[in-house]
């Protein structure tokens, strides 16, 4: 029910009391949050991971001081009063339980948590009537706003601007290691290998829709066998081509898509028709290859395009000899 925001209590109901409650269970789970990002960067990206410890120790000692705030007005015993409890207060996606965490996501990710909780307490204060809460939320205001600056100043003392290049180069490494090559490889090998069938096929029946049968067949058990092969042959442990269920996903989907491109203009109930619309996409599928080569893996466009498109040349006229033989 509370996804339509029933059973939340407004936020203009709140106490003072519970405000301050609120603040310090947001600045509990900030810390958390900031620990969990510190922890899921160690490995990869150790300077931005200290920073992120930073932060999580600075917003404990925001929340000890709302603690002795509290502690001090309303005497020990807190209520208990989370961000899901108010209707209309922000809430934080629980992007730090996904791994990998991307080093650029997760910065801006963390300015955004900061703003957000300002800009929140800024507006709170402006429809507050009451002096002394008015008071708190601009307090709060004026920590949060703290938060931002404290961010940028340990960004430049941890990571400075070698060690962020060098960050986003590794960051760029393992996004090519682990989806670009793996989705080339499919993409080449569905693209390629399966020209021969499906034109064999065409020329050898003339028949659009068997012709059809023929290309989803041959893609798709592509597909599984590149998408297994993948998985099987690489851990990724000591390569560090990371996850190797992610690459075999990659694989086998480009794999099939592939084939698939020119097997589905074989709907087409005409023969030549279909046969000139597969000749088509069979072009922009070699150059699409190319491209990617050359963005990603640096190889000299033409020659990129030389290698792929020959390759095709002569898969697709062994596969036109044998369909009328």
């Given at each position: 029910?509370?996804?339509?925001?029933?059973?939340?209590?407004?936020?203009?109901?709140?106490s003072e009391q519970e405000i301050l409650?609120?603040?310090?269970?947001?600045?509990?789970?900030d810390g958390r949050i900031y620990r969990a990002y510190a922890d899921g960067l160690a490995e990869s990206f150790p300077q931005s991971a200290k920073m992120?410890?930073?932060?999580?120790r600075e917003e404990d000692g925001h929340r000890d001081a709302l603690i002795e705030l509290h502690r001090k007005r309303f005497g020990e015993r807190i209520p208990l009063i989370r961000r899901e409890h108010v209707k209309g207060y922000y809430e934080r996606k629980p992007d730090w339980l996904v791994r990998p965490l991307g080093i650029a996501a997760v910065r801006q990710q963390a300015e955004a948590m900061e703003r957000q909780a300002y800009l929140f307490y800024v507006e709170a204060a402006k429809r507050t009537s009451d002096a002394?809460?008015?008071?708190?939320?601009?307090?709060l205001a004026l920590a949060e706003q703290g938060h931002e600056t404290l961010a940028q100043r340990l960004e430049q003392t941890h990571v400075p601007g070698a060690v962020k290049d060098e960050e986003a180069a590794a960051e760029q490494r393992q996004f090519i290691l682990t989806y670009v090559q793996p989705g080339l490889a499919g993409?080449?090998?569905?693209?390629?290998?399966?020209?021969?069938?499906?034109?064999?096929?065409?020329?050898?029946t003339h028949d659009t829709f068997q012709t059809f049968l023929v290309g989803l067949a041959a893609s798709i058990g592509a597909?599984?066998?590149?998408?297994?092969?993948?998985?099987a042959s690489d851990d990724g442990k000591l390569s560090g081509r990371g996850s190797p269920v992610k690459r075999g996903i990659t694989t086998g989907l480009m794999t099939a898509l592939g084939g698939l491109g020119h097997a589905l203009p074989y709907l087409i109930p005409y023969f030549w028709t279909a046969t000139a619309v597969a000749a088509v996409v069979v072009f922009f599928e070699l150059w699409a290859i190319a491209f990617v080569q050359n963005r990603y893996m640096q190889t000299p466009f033409w020659r990129a395009a030389f290698q792929v498109v020959l390759g095709g040349a002569l898969v697709f006229a062994a596969g036109v000899l044998i369909g009328n033989a």
């Open positions: 029910s509370r996804v339509f925001g029933f059973g939340r209590r407004p936020f203009e109901s709140l409650a609120l603040a310090i269970s947001s600045e509990e789970d992120f410890e930073e932060m999580a002394s809460t008015r008071k708190l939320l601009d307090d993409l080449m090998d569905g693209s390629v290998s399966t020209l021969a069938p499906i034109f064999a096929a065409a020329f050898a597909g599984i066998s590149m998408g297994f092969t993948e998985v």
